[in-house]
């Protein structure tokens, strides 16, 4: 059975920083790109970041360009959002995801729907 399983949330002040972490077993994903999505109440589920295979292309929405940072550990089969200077707007459920239609080794998917593996969620909460 595939898991994805996410930990790292929590409650943080504006400005701080959390590191989240995403964790598969039940194969690998080492070969497809990964994503972080974000869900706030009320609201649609919206991307975050993505990171391809090689590592060599990463992608990110514009509310957090140049406060996050999307990596990955293939031998561990995880992948990791830093995220620095939180601000309240960033309070949401982040999902990881993993897209296993895509195989290309440069290219990752911002589109919910090229993503057909997801993890339960983590709640990051940040206070003002």
């Known amino acids: 059975q595939v898991q994805l399983v996410e930990s790292g949330g929590g409650l943080v002040q504006a400005g701080g920083s959390l590191r989240l972490s995403c964790a598969a077993s039940?194969?690998?994903?080492?070969?497809?790109?990964m994503g972080w999505f974000r869900q706030a109440p009320g609201k649609e589920r919206e991307f975050v970041a993505a990171?391809?295979?090689?590592?060599?292309?990463?992608y990110y929405a514009d509310a957090v360009k140049g406060r996050f940072t999307i990596s990955r550990d293939s031998a561990k089969n995880t992948v990791y959002l830093q995220m620095n200077s939180l601000k309240p707007e960033d309070t949401a459920v982040y999902y990881c995801?993993?897209?296993?239609?895509?195989?290309?080794?440069?290219?990752?998917?911002?589109?919910?729907?090229?993503?057909?593996?997801w993890g339960q969620g983590t709640q990051v909460t940040v206070s003002s």
């Open positions: 990171i391809s295979w090689s590592r060599d292309s990463t």
């Open positions: 039940g194969r690998t994903f080492s070969r497809h790109p």
């Open positions: 995801a993993a897209s296993t239609r895509i195989t290309v080794p440069t290219f990752a998917p911002t589109a919910r729907y090229e993503y057909d593996n």
